[in-house]
């Protein structure tokens, strides 16, 4: 009478334990899947990150053979040749990329003065500090809103704890949420910003394309004949604001075609030649551009790698990589 119930307590035993196996086996089989998708999409981000070397130095060749051919002496003429993106297409991926020239800018890492080594703040264009303040006038914002505004950035990239005029050091960082410290250093890229005090999205929509950020504190000298009407503001600042903005807009649509053939002959234009040598900034003037940018994506398979390269531009020395940025932006 015992020998059914011992079979079928068997049976269910052997049940239960193919039941295990049979889980234990679609974990399994699921963990190697799981490992062999990551494996593959670790490999196609490795491809689309070689695929932007490439980008990076096909970047090198074209402004290598631009510089040969220009001197670095570009015109809007020149510049529309390389408006349109190129795509170059790889075994597998592809790549996606935009040359520009990206000389026209403030390079907001300029401000990294300490309050206390500043001299002639106040001069109109005698320092970084004040150039950035006419542009930010140039582009709408009232005197005190430029104070402050300025203030704020230079506040962020200098090494010292002295809060400006209108400025914020750790005492005000510290009180946001979460609290946090001045960095005193260089900005890494224009979207840390917005992280500074002041900087809503219209202050910073305000100064898109005007204001870039370079790996060094050296000013951004501009190209006089690349600049766009948009760029009007920052004529305007090189002029230390004695050209309005409007009247800097005329300038640029009226510049000769192929442009100034040297600063001399710019500074000749009746609205500039009437302002004092002493109040323009000529060494913030030139007819050669010295910094482009490269940016786009890499693409392999479902991995895509985005990218912004800046190169220098030197005369006598080969194109070089001064800045690089990956990933989304």
């Given amino acids: 009478m015992s020998a059914p119930r011992d079979q079928g307590a068997a049976l269910l035993s052997v049940l239960l334990l193919i039941s295990i196996m049979s889980v234990a086996a679609v974990a399994v089989t699921e963990v190697v899947a799981q490992s062999a998708a990551r494996s593959k999409a670790a490999d196609d981000r490795s491809r689309a990150n070689w695929y932007l070397i490439g980008a990076e130095e096909l970047g090198k060749v074209a402004l290598t053979d631009l510089v040969e051919e220009t001197g670095g002496n ?43 080594d500043l001299e002639d703040e106040d001069t109109a264009g005698a320092t970084p500090i004040s150039r950035y303040r006419i542009l930010l006038e140039q582009v709408g914002f009232s005197g005190s809103e430029a104070r402050a505004l300025a203030d704020a950035a230079a506040d962020w990239v200098d090494t010292d704890t002295i809060t400006r005029l209108s400025g914020a050091e750790d005492a005000f960082y510290s009180s946001r949420r979460p609290p946090h410290r001045a960095p005193g250093r260089l900005f890494a890229d224009i979207t840390e910003l917005r992280a500074v005090r002041g900087y809503e999205r219209r202050v910073v929509a305000a100064l898109d394309g005007l204001v870039c950020v370079r790996p060094d504190t050296a000013n951004a000298v501009l190209n006089l004949n690349t600049l766009t009407i948009d760029d009007a503001p920052l004529l305007s600042m090189a002029l230390t604001g004695l050209v309005s903005s409007e009247a800097a807009r005329v300038l640029i649509e009226e510049r000769p075609e192929g442009g100034w053939p040297d600063v001399a002959t710019f500074l000749e234009e009746r609205d500039v030649a009437e302002i004092a040598p002493g109040r323009r900034r000529e060494d913030l003037m030139d007819i050669v551009s010295k910094r482009f940018e490269l940016s786009g994506a890499a693409a392999y398979r479902d991995g895509l790698a985005r990218f912004r390269v800046l190169y220098a531009v030197e005369e006598g020395r080969p194109v070089e990589i001064i800045q690089r940025t990956y990933g989304e932006f």
């Fill in 74 to 116: 570009l015109t809007p003429a020149v510049t529309q040749r390389f408006a349109q993106p190129f795509v170059f297409e790889a075994e597998g991926g592809v790549i996606q990329a935009r040359l520009r020239d990206a000389t026209n800018c403030f390079n907001l890492n300029s401000l990294q003065t300490n309050a206390e």
